[in-house]
């Protein structure tokens, strides 16, 4: 019965494709242009974060074997980190970047990128369902974003996790955000590897979210904060996250 009522997002891309009049899928800043795309996507929301709670809070995303690895993994959103603090840490391998961890928290984190990778780490092998229609098999590495978060202990307060980004898309800092129940999902991981080498700057370098049970344009690249938060209000535009501002996308984009 269950899997009657849950709605696949990407036969919904699909169809928002061909209602739009059979969209080139040029990139994410040109999709979002397109009202018919837009309101195909927004239409679904609360039933497929409805169904998918409704699977369990730690229902996993599927995982794959090394051999069913794409060959080629297509870089999304944002190919470059913006700003000089970012290309100069980019140029001495990140070794003085670190990662903040701090809003409604006992204990703010600054954490270098030699002490993350020392972390417990979570490797998985799984799909990333891009917004455009494509989709590829990857390998990442990285801590579980939970274990960041007991770190830092959340106060009690806490609804929302946002990820604060080192890119900029037209004069927009980039920003994403999600609600507990993923934030702590066994597969939401912060990646700094990727297919057993090091972040490339075009995926994110040096750390991007994986939240593998979402489309890709949640899984925010260049990670350089992450901020507990009550609600999304106030923040940028409010709706938490740079496409959902823009009214681009649905704040909650559940495969």
Not at 162 to 187: K, M
Request: positive net charge; charged residues 25%; glycine residues 10%.
């Amino acid at each position: 019965m269950t899997e009657k009522l849950i709605l696949s997002r990407r036969r919904l891309i699909r169809a928002g494709a061909v209602g739009a009049g059979g969209l080139l899928l040029t990139g994410c800043d040109r999709l979002f242009e397109n009202a018919a795309f837009r309101s195909v996507l927004e239409s679904g929301e609360d039933l497929h974060m409805a169904t998918q709670r409704a699977l369990g809070r730690d229902a996993l995303a599927r995982e794959f074997s090394v051999h069913e690895m794409s060959p080629v993994f297509r870089a999304n959103g944002s190919r470059e980190g913006s700003g000089e603090a970012y290309k100069s840490q980019l140029a001495q391998g990140f070794a003085d970047w670190s990662l903040k961890v701090d809003g409604l928290v006992e204990r703010p984190l600054a954490m270098p990128l030699d002490v993350l990778k020392a972390l417990p780490l979570r490797s998985q092998i799984t799909r990333h369902d891009c917004v455009e229609g494509w989709s590829a098999i990857g390998q990442w590495r990285g801590p579980r974003l939970a274990h960041l978060l007991d770190l830092a202990r959340l106060k009690p307060q806490t609804r929302y996790i946002v990820f604060h980004c080192a890119d900029v898309l037209h004069g927009h800092p980039y920003y994403e955000s999600i609600d507990l129940v993923d934030a702590f999902h066994p597969q939401t991981i912060l990646a700094w590897e990727m297919n057993g080498r090091p972040l490339e700057e075009k995926h994110g370098a040096p750390l991007r979210l994986r939240v593998e049970r979402q489309l890709g344009y949640k899984h925010a690249k260049f990670v350089t904060r992450i901020e507990a938060r009550s609600s999304l209000e106030g923040l940028y535009g409010g709706r938490g996250g740079y496409w959902e501002d823009q009214g681009a996308y649905a704040w909650y984009a559940g495969i």
